[in-house]
């Protein structure tokens, strides 16, 4: 790869949490203010590549983050999770957990990472062998 926007040290976010492994990065968008994502240094392409160490300390620096979305914005509830590969919603191919405090009076409040794949819209022509 020529040039990844997550790959340490040029991350092209802040840096706001740092690990042996990862880093937790926020995300300035406009709609999911305090959300972030969670960056393993090494290049892995989708969470299915990182290695034992990685794993472990993901999820270890996602409780870090929790405490520290609890502390500055006091968040009803949250969204954590990965995309993975194109057709699963990946953007950028180095491996990233979301971060997303979800709070109450948000229009969509209530709606989980699934709302919108579970639409009628969304349903296979073709149905799965369940062999």
Known sequence: MDHCPFCWPQVSSETIIESKYCVFIRNDD?????????VPKE???TVFD???EETVDTFRLLKQVKLRMDQLYRPDGYNVGWNCYEVGGQTVFHAHLHIIPRFGDEPLAGK????????KENKRSIEFDKK
Not at 30 to 38: A, Q, Y
């Open 43 to 45: 290049h892995r392409e």
């Open 50 to 52: 990182l290695t034992e």
């Open 112 to 119: 989980g990472i699934r709302h919108h794949l579970k639409q």
């Open 30 to 38: 406009e709609v999911l203010k305090g959300s972030g994502m969670i």
